[in-house]
């Protein structure tokens, strides 16, 4: 039945009064973009498992709604996804496709293009040239194989077809390089700065292909028109680049950290640019895509004002608007049109051509500038990637009516194949060589004097600098000992294409949380701090970046400890507490996932591993000021994990302005004390640092009161204590009450514990040990135990032995 489009109106009066929300257009709206994301988001979590990028799962879920599946049900098609509603749809996916291409333009950095050297170039030069002359021959077949495809001009037609054969969707290749941990390796370097390469150049090419394309099969425009088409083009880029620019430069140092806030006319001034920008592009004759990117490549790449732009439309534009632009290609598609054995052979032409000359290509120039064979085939199905870009590239070839329903479906499923194999084939293609050596120290027992110290510490953000810096340097002597300092900042990875911008930088300046305050008290703060800090004697610092999903980022820190022969890892409690206004307890709570981080870390970690519970470490107002000094105390029970704790302590001593005070335990009852070990550790310890360090035994019968009050004194900025994962007779008593943070043991989770006034900082150990492969339980240990406690009062002694 037909609808008078005139005769739509908005909204309803409500089922009450009969009217039915379908049949008005903000109600359906509301109805086809609740189910559209409700499909995409259950099929983008199927595809998880399988690395799978979003727009893969958005696709198909448009494919699932529209005319190949469930559109065949008129009655469905009809009252979901009429005909009617469609320009409406489409119309709001355009806007949050004009914004998500203006954040495209922002990621691109033509500086960093300009500087990635001959072998990116030659590497993209080929993956377009190659595909693109091979999409031409493609499209002679098809001009010549499908039905209407011929009353196309021969220009925009085959121009269309070089292009979808041709491109590299630069965002989605980097969240599959992101996903994969290759972003920061030789070949995921190559390939972003090939993929950036590329798409310039096909936007390049799709603005020439909208140029030359006309309104319908049986225009053909005057050449002329496509020359002023192109000239406007080209003056409107130079205009932006050489007025506009400037402007926003200016903008964006208006709204520079000094700044209290960011006035909000600037940033409504930008996006009302990114629509008028559109709008003119539009109107040269040019997709209004076009203009959206232009503008995001006139924004200053650093500072605080991109950042700003990028949380305030971010998530709006790439969480809701943009899967509606995809899932509308979906809608569009009818995999029914490819019937018979001649369309499914094209099909199969189309997909072959396009792997094989992006693959090839790729490949040939790769293995010419000296890449190896392995790395070159990974970097051919990397650049193979399609997806975002080549649905926008499809989606105006059919809006410009020059790819008819047949060609559109054969190159949407095209798109989907090549996207699809590339993350499973990569895996199964490259793996980088893990690196691994016999000389590691794994524990600071094993050190010696002219062994060097290799520290990797773990930080969340600005925070945790002060805190992480005052321990690395309270472990560092003056005169004999070596220190490598190995920083890594771990940043989640999201959805969000921020997370891609932060790995550029990352790989650009080493410290990527600092670029985004490019000046201020913040910047100047923490780059002296590093830079002083890696010029003292004999201290090194390695700043790195994990960018990673937090189930997987141990991976990364526990692999970058592995290849850099790492000693101790220091990770961050993932709940930093300090005194506010009234003596206040305030705690800052990075979240339960980052938890789970250091959970897995402790389980799978190379090395030794120390947990920091912050309290102001190495702020002002923490540290005794009118000496400098630091004031240290190790809490020891027995058990390996104390023992690691003691050879920490005895590094700390060495520092003229660390005080070291050590407390031993020893319960009132006469209970047998926890070994040789032990004995031997301390009475050593007491002989080397005799005179520098205090030493105390206390007798205890109550040990939560008196560990308590040591952390509630205020006497010490630090204590040190073992995780206890085989915990001394005396500890397992403890265990009584209900542990907050099993994974810090029961003596560092009574001190980390909130609420209980405890001032100091708290810093719990766990030694390495190979034979403890699989992480034991405290609880575990103590059921097994009671029964022992019954019998002759000695608790878990066989399990305290084999932590050595």
Request: hydrophobic letters at 45%.
């Amino acid at each position: 039945m037909a609808v008078n489009i005139t005769s739509i109106k908005t909204s309803s009066n409500g089922a009450w009064q009969g009217d039915n929300p379908l049949d008005f257009a903000f109600p359906l709206l509301i109805l086809q973009t609740t189910l559209i994301l409700a499909l995409t988001r259950f099929l983008a979590f199927l595809l998880k498992p399988l690395r799978q990028p979003k727009v893969i799962a958005e696709i198909v879920g448009g494919i699932l709604l529209g005319p190949s599946a469930l559109g065949r049900n008129h009655a469905y098609i009809y009252r979901i996804f009429p005909s009617w509603s469609m320009p409406i749809l489409e119309s709001v996916a355009s806007l949050g496709l004009l914004f998500f291409l203006f954040l495209v333009g922002l990621e691109l950095d033509l500086t960093s293009i300009r500087r990635s050297g001959r072998r990116a170039f030659g590497i993209a030069f080929s993956g377009i040239s190659i595909p693109f002359i091979s999409g031409i021959g493609v499209a002679f077949v098809i001009r010549k194989t499908v039905d209407g495809a011929d009353k196309v001009g021969y220009g925009q037609f085959l121009v269309f077809m070089g292009v979808a054969l041709s491109i590299t969707a630069f965002p989605v290749l980097a969240r599959i390089l992101a996903e994969l941990k290759l972003l920061t390796t030789p070949v995921g370097e190559t390939a972003m700065a090939a993929a950036a390469f590329n798409d310039v150049a096909a936007w390049i090419l799709l603005a020439l292909a909208v140029a030359l394309a006309g309104d319908g099969p049986g225009e053909h425009k005057s050449p002329l028109i496509s020359i002023w088409v192109l000239l406007s083009g080209v003056a409107f880029v130079v205009f932006m680049m050489s007025v506009i620019r400037p402007a926003m430069k200016w903008v964006a140092r208006r709204c520079s950290p000094e700044r209290a806030a960011v006035d909000e006319a600037y940033i409504c001034l930008t996006l009302a640019g990114v629509m008028v920008s559109g709008f003119i592009t539009d109107l040269i004759g040019i997709h209004s895509i076009f203009g959206a990117f232009i503008f995001g490549l006139t924004i200053p790449k650093e500072g605080e004002f991109a950042a700003r732009l990028i949380e305030r439309i971010e998530d709006f534009v790439t969480g809701l608007l943009l899967p509606l632009y995809f899932a509308s290609s979906g809608l569009k598609t009818d995999v029914a049109k490819i019937s018979g054995g001649r369309a499914w052979g094209l099909l199969v032409l189309v997909i072959s051509t396009a792997c094989a000359g992006k693959i090839i290509g790729t490949f040939a120039v790769a293995l010419m500038f000296g890449m190896a064979a392995r790395e070159s085939l990974a970097l051919g199905f990397l650049m193979n990637t399609k997806g975002l870009v080549e649905l926008i590239v499809l989606n105006i070839g059919k809006e410009k009516k020059v790819l008819n329903d047949e060609v559109f479906a054969i190159l949407v499923l095209m798109a989907l194949f090549t996207t699809f194999i590339t993350t499973p084939t990569v895996m199964a293609i490259y793996k980088p060589a893990r690196r691994s050596s016999a000389l590691t120290h794994r524990k600071l027992r094993d050190l010696t004097n002219t062994n060097e110290l290799r520290v990797l510490a773990c930080l969340h953000g600005l925070s945790n600098v002060p805190s992480i810096i005052t321990l690395i340097e309270s472990t560092r002597s003056n005169k004999k000992s070596k220190l490598k300092l190995f920083i890594m900042h771990l940043l989640e990875l999201t959805e969000r294409s921020s997370s891609i911008i932060m790995v550029r930088q990352a790989r650009k300046n080493g410290l990527p949380f600092i670029n985004r305050f490019r000046r201020g008290e913040w910047h100047d703060r923490v780059v002296g701090a590093f830079q002083a800090y890696s010029q003292l004697g004999r201290v090194s610092v390695r700043p790195t970046t994990a960018v990673s999903s937090l189930s997987t980022m141990h991976e990364d820190i526990c692999y970058l400890a592995e290849t850099n022969r790492v000693t101790m890892i220091v990770l961050p409690f993932h709940k930093q507490q300090w005194r506010g206004e009234g003596d206040r307890e305030m705690i800052e709570n990075v979240g339960h996932r980052w938890r789970l981080v250091n959970q897995r870390v402790l389980k799978n970690a190379p090395c030794s591993v120390a947990v920091l519970v912050d309290r102001g470490f190495g702020t002002p107002g923490h540290t005794d000021t009118a000496t400098s000094t630091q004031s240290v105390c190790i809490l020891f029970f027995g058990g390996a994990d104390d023992r690691e704790a003691l050879e920490l302590g005895g590094r700390m001593a060495k520092h003229p302005s660390v005080k070291v005070v050590v407390v031993r335990f020893v319960e009132d009852q006469g209970c047998e004390r926890n070994g040789e070990l032990d004995d031997a550790a301390m009475a050593e310890f007491r002989i080397k640092w005799d005179g520098r360090v205090e030493y105390t035994e206390k007798t205890t019968s109550n040990i939560v009161e008196d560990v308590l009050v040591l952390g509630q004194c205020g006497d010490y900025d630090l204590i040190i204590v073992g995780k206890g994962r085989f915990p001394s007779p005396m500890v397992v008593k403890v265990a009584d009450r209900q542990a907050e943070h099993p994974e810090l043991g029961l003596i560092g989770d009574l001190l980390a514990s909130p609420g209980r006034g405890i001032l100091s900082s708290v810093l719990v150990i766990q030694q390495h040990d190979p034979a403890l492969i699989e992480e034991t339980s405290v609880t575990k240990v103590v059921e097994n135990d009671d029964d022992k406690l019954k019998g002759d009062g000695n608790v878990g002694k066989g399990e305290i032995s084999k932590a050595v």
